[in-house]
């Protein structure tokens, strides 16, 4: 037979091959089976039978020598009952049987010396069997034989998996099933022994090709022979890195990455559009799963293959699919509302590829509400940014939604949830896209937490909440009244918004909600039914609370209780007083008697009044005779009365506390001299337990003197409470042992310090710009002298106070207050209910400020500022 031409496709053993054409169109080429003539190589053993001695080296020989190459052969005779057929074979000008004979990894076949010894090929053959024995080469080397190798698996497979899980070890494809089924030679550091594994390649999925095994019928998917073939011609019998990733459901395959020192077959294959991604097993990619789904990207856009249909798909959302937002509400575990911070528009977007807890999963009630709670806190308020996946059709018991990512920064909400244990999991259809553009985080964010046994994935019974209702009666929120004065200011969340003034807060330490009133304040009502009015901005007021106050952290001191079952009290929200807000805004006006009761009546007032002048919401629609006649009611006549005092502390650059020097500030220091006997004498080692607005005794850190307080909070976490010293008016947090109960000896004496502030001035607070300089420029300004001041106007307990320096000047031009205003740390307050009141005080601070501009003086040094503070 003439000589023919091939491709070695792979070396069985030393003696046999199999050959390969080239390929016609997209069909893979014939394959031919051929055994070396003359020669006799040891046989591979199998599951049944162990190897031959030194048959692994015969064929290894041979392998790197052969294997993709270009060969030339001829076919010298065929066995009439197998079919099976023997022939010469030639690497450039050499002959393979004579090489493998050669180097001693084959022997004359006994059939070859019976019937060819005319041959010449038999009698060079016969040559160099005898120079190889004599040698001692290959088969005739006369040495123990060692190889260790297991053709199944002799332990546990998950045990296997552990031991060499991420590590790269040595390998080699001895059968490709398909393009991603592969037979692997795994070959870890000796002394382990070599083994063979079944292998699927991690994270993805080649066409199944299945042929010729026992009552199972043979299939062929589209692609799969040109994928396997694709692989077969990269892999086939090459040496390769082989990192364990996991097993398969049966434990029968590994999933591993193939490594060749030309990349990673797994990308070649996704991106030739030859293999699709694998969601359910793409966690287990050693490099994560980037890289795979940009290749397989790669094949969709150019629709090779198994993409030649794909269509790329509309993006959801539009040109708007992606955005800036603000988190209005958290509906549920797996629902945002988000209100488009460009548009306004709000819209209630769920989670992609994620679904909360089901109520069928009886951990459904506890889980539900952790993740809503845990997404409360991360995002309530927070600006996010959105990016539109997909939209779900409305089906039967659900509308159509939006599905989106949300994510705060880097942080990504639901893989955050799934993380936690908090949600599932959407497993999507192979070729389905509309999921998360994070899918692939995702996967790996719930595998973390299945491996972490975490949230639903735990076999512990998870926290059970049990949320009982202190307002479900008059006489139940009675129980609770004492108990709340007593704590001072308590930490609640917002859950519902009835009206600007009206909530339900629930109380998470407690494990309770209540209904909770806002003191001092009205707020306008909304209809109750479709037939009734609402009052004028109810709608607005309530959408304003809802913004503001909805899901939010909140701090309540409860006062009383209403008839119903309400606390009446104040709320703050991140140190703000809610009430102070709404009526700044114009959407609630003053209760008289409760304000008058009000610790904050002050701040409540002075609200009021701003929105008043600037004519927001509620009082824009007043009468005009009617808001003046009122205003005149709150008219302030200019009036003189001067003062000597000091200066006790100072808490900004415009607000202050001052000690009167009079006959009760000389009574004073004969009551300090008798109350730190007092407590000299007093061994008491009992820790007090103070109420708040208590007046106790108090153990001051600066000097550990003790001093006349009153409790402003008590903190039960640490065992401290915050006090105010009364005769000083400077705070500050203590533990509960440096506090006793207060004689009543000691309570007979006024408090002796009086909150001041400078009159007609704004001043900015210590966190703003300026405030700090302020402050110390008013503590160069008044020193530790004594001053004169003209007390301007009386607001309760807080004083408004022109200073003056006795020592230079009692004239308006001289006054401290001027002195802040031209060094560039005050401006005139226009707002002030003194304004209006004295003009001709007003015209000499202005033209202050108009020369503090000009000099560039303080705030002023980068400009007029002054816009932004009216």
């Known amino acids: ?43 591979l053993g199998n599951q049944k039978k162990e190897d031959e001695p030194f048959a692994f080296e015969a064929r290894e020989y ?118 991603s089924s592969l037979r692997v030679l795994f070959m870890p550091p000796f002394p382990a022994p070599q083994q063979y594994l079944s292998i699927s390649i991690s994270g993805i999925k080649a066409p199944t090709v299945r042929r010729d095994v026992p009552d199972v019928e043979d299939l062929i998917e589209p692609f799969g022979e040109e994928a396997k073939y694709f692989v077969e011609t990269r892999l086939l019998q090459q040496n390769v890195k082989v990192i364990l990733e996991g097993l398969s459901m049966n434990n029968q395959t590994f999933y591993a990455t193939i490594l060749h020192t030309n990349g990673n077959i797994a990308e070649f294959l996704l991106s030739a559009g030859l293999a699709r991604v694998a969601d359910w097993n793409i966690t287990l990619v050693t490099d994560g799963p980037t890289k795979l789904r940009a290749a397989e990207k790669i094949a969709k856009e150019k629709q090779l293959r198994l993409w030649k249909d794909h269509v790329v798909r509309t993006r959801a959302g539009g040109d708007d699919h992606e955005f800036e937002g603000t988190v209005t509400r958290i509906i549920s575990g797996d629902t945002i509302q988000v209100r488009h911070n460009l548009t306004g528009v709000e819209k209630k977007l769920q989670l992609s590829s994620i679904r909360q807890p089901k109520p069928k999963d009886p951990k459904f009630p506890e889980y539900n509400f952790e993740s809503r709670e845990f997404l409360r806190k991360k995002l309530i308020g927070k600006t996010v940014k959105v990016t539109i996946d997909y939209n779900k059709p409305a089906t039967e018991g659900y509308e159509a939604r939006e599905c989106a990512t949300i994510k705060l920064g880097e942080w990504n909400a639901a893989e955050a949830l799934l993380e936690r244990g908090y949600a599932h999991i959407i497993r999507h259809k192979k070729d389905d896209e509309d999921r998360s553009s994070f899918y692939d985080q995702l996967l790996i964010a719930e595998q973390k937490a ?47 918004v009835a009206n600007a003034s009206r909530f339900k807060i629930y109380i998470p330490k407690e494990g309770y909600k209540l209904t909770f009133v806002l003191g001092g304040v009205r707020a306008p009502k909304l209809a109750r039914n479709p037939s009734d009015k609402s009052d004028p901005f109810a709608a607005e007021a309530s959408e304003f609370a ?203 004496l006024p408090f002796q310090s009086k909150e001041a502030v400078l009159s007609f001035l704004k001043i900015r607070n210590l966190e703003d710009d300026y405030g700090e300089e302020a402050r110390e420029h008013f503590k160069d300004i008044v020193g530790d002298s004594k001053l004169v001041a003209n007390v301007d106007y009386k607001d309760n307990n807080l004083l408004h106070l022109t200073l003056y320096n006795p020592k230079q000047s009692q004239s308006t031009e001289a006054s401290i207050n001027i002195e802040m205003i031209k060094a560039g740390y005050a401006t005139v307050d226009k707002h002030s209910i003194l304004y209006k009141s004295n003009p001709a005080v007003v015209t000499k601070l202005l033209e202050a400020q108009e020369q503090a501009k000009k000099d560039r003086a303080g705030m002023f040094e980068y400009g007029d500022i002054t816009a932004d503070d009216e």
């Open 546 to 748: 809802n913004r503001k106050a909805f899901q939010r952290d909140v701090e309540i001191e409860v006062e009383n209780v209403d008839k119903t079952g309400g606390f009446i009290g104040t709320m703050w929200i991140k140190n703000e007083n809610f009430a102070v807000i709404l009526l700044q805004e114009g959407f609630a006006t003053i209760h008289e008697y409760s304000a008058s009761q009000s610790p904050y009546s002050q701040q409540l007032y002075t609200a009021e009044k701003s929105a008043k002048e600037a004519k927001k919401n509620i009082w824009s629609i007043q009468d005009t005779e009617s808001f003046k006649e009122q205003e005149t009611t709150i008219e302030v006549e200019p009036r003189k009365e001067y003062i000597d005092i000091i200066i006790s502390e100072i808490i900004s650059g415009g607000r202050f506390y001052v000690q009167i020097i009079n006959e009760d500030i000389h009574k004073l220091e004969k009551m300090m001299s008798e109350f730190s006997l007092h407590h000299k004498n007093d061994a008491s080692s009992v820790i007090f337990s103070p109420k708040n607005h208590e007046m106790v005794s108090a153990q001051f850190t600066g000097d550990d003197q003790w001093y006349r307080a009153k409790i402003r909070r008590v903190i039960p976490e640490s065992k401290s409470v915050e006090v105010i010293y009364i005769d000083y008016g400077n705070s500050e947090v203590i533990p509960l042992t440096r506090v006793r109960p207060l004689p009543d000896k000691f309570k007979q």
């Open 62 to 179: 041979l392998r790197p020598i052969l294997v993709g190459k270009e060969v030339t052969f001829r076919v010298d005779y065929t066995i009439p009952n197998t079919g099976r057929e023997y022939g010469t074979v030639f690497l450039g000008t050499d002959n393979v049987a004579q090489m493998v004979v050669k180097e001693g990894w084959a022997k004359l076949r006994d059939d070859g010396k019976k019937n060819k010894e005319e041959d010449k090929d038999f009698e060079a053959l016969t040559a160099l069997e005898s120079a190889a024995q004599s040698a001692g080469k290959g088969v005739w080397e006369n040495k123990e034989y060692s190889r260790v190798v297991n053709y199944t698996l002799q332990e546990d497979s998950r045990e296997y998996l552990n031991r060499y899980k991420g590590l790269p070890v040595e390998g080699i494809i001895e059968q490709v099933r398909d393009g």
């Open 1 to 43: 037979m003439a000589n023919q031409r091939a491709i070695v496709k792979c070396v069985l053993s030393g003696d046999t091959l199999i050959l390969r054409g080239k390929p016609t169109g997209n069909q893979p080429p014939l394959e031919r089976h051929l055994n070396l003539a003359l020669i006799q190589a040891p046989r």
């Open 450 to 496: 299945q491996t972490n046994t975490k949230g639903v994935h735990s076999p512990k019974d998870p926290p059970v909440y049990r949320i009982s209702d202190a307002s479900e009666t008059p006489s139940k929120a009675k129980q609770f009244l004492q108990t709340l004065k007593r704590a001072g200011r308590v930490v609640g969340v917002v859950d519902y």
